[in-house]
């Protein structure tokens, strides 16, 4: 019995902690949360305290609302190996390749991306993004933002529309997801906004998984005084 009420308690506080800001309940149970009485609880202070989270910065998922079957027009192509994956990047015939790059260094989440024309060394350029701390933020995050900002990159480049241009990305994850209607899930707003901004790049867009950390020729090179995570 204590048990089924712990449970039952249990899912009245996350439908409370989940009502949109319109129900008229959403505003008494936010008080709730933030100023609980000292005594003389309600059912609504007893809800919330079964959770005992107070504190909890909540992130609200929205159902997933896309046609199930629909397609995004770009590709995306996973090898067996890393080792396949790198030979692959060497004969890639593109005209264009873009590479990105999310991670953490000293306690920081960054994103980057660049991009490059077939048969010049030079960058054409670059884009850059700081998330904030790892407490706030994590690497997957910040591999959907370096893919953002690669599609940003390709959308802003002078001569890319209607060409075959490359994606480098090392997250296999990222690109599955990425190839099919994302799910309810923590971070679903991101790979969304990655999606709808690869299918409005005005090329013939192809992501390629590469394997990271790997002696690859052209890399991601950002000047260190440009560096920002």
Not at 57 to 78: A, H, N, S, V, Y
Not at 115 to 144: C, D, F, R, W
Not at 211 to 217: A, L, M, N, P, T
Request: aromatic content about 4%.
């Amino acid at each position: 019995m204590e048990l089924a009420l712990s449970k039952a308690c249990h899912r009245a506080a996350v439908r409370l902690l989940t009502l949109p800001h319109t129900h008229p309940l959403h505003r008494i149970t936010k008080d709730a949360r933030r100023r609980p009485p000292n005594k003389h609880l309600g059912s609504v202070d007893h809800a919330i305290a079964t959770l005992n989270i107070r504190n909890v910065k909540m992130e609200t998922i929205t159902p997933t609302t896309d046609e199930p079957l629909q397609q995004p027009r770009f590709k995306t192509e996973i090898l067996a190996s890393r080792e396949l994956s790198i030979e692959r990047e060497a004969k890639d015939p593109a005209g264009y390749r873009v590479y990105s790059d999310g991670s953490g260094l000293e306690d920081r989440i960054g994103a980057a991306a660049v991009i490059y024309k077939k048969g010049v060394s030079q960058q054409l350029g670059h884009l850059k993004a700081y998330l904030g701390p790892p407490t706030m933020h994590n690497t997957y995050e910040a591999e959907v933002v370096d893919g953002i900002l690669a599609t940003r990159l390709i959308q802003t480049t002078p001569g890319t529309d209607f060409k075959r241009i490359s994606l480098y990305i090392d997250n296999q994850l990222m690109i599955r997801t990425s190839s099919t209607n994302p799910k309810a899930a923590p971070g679903q707003h991101l790979v969304k906004a990655f999606i709808q901004e690869a299918d409005n790049t005005r090329s013939k867009l192809m992501i390629r998984w590469i394997s990271s950390h790997s002696d690859i020729d052209t890399q991601i090179a950002i000047p260190p005084s440009e560096n920002v995570f």
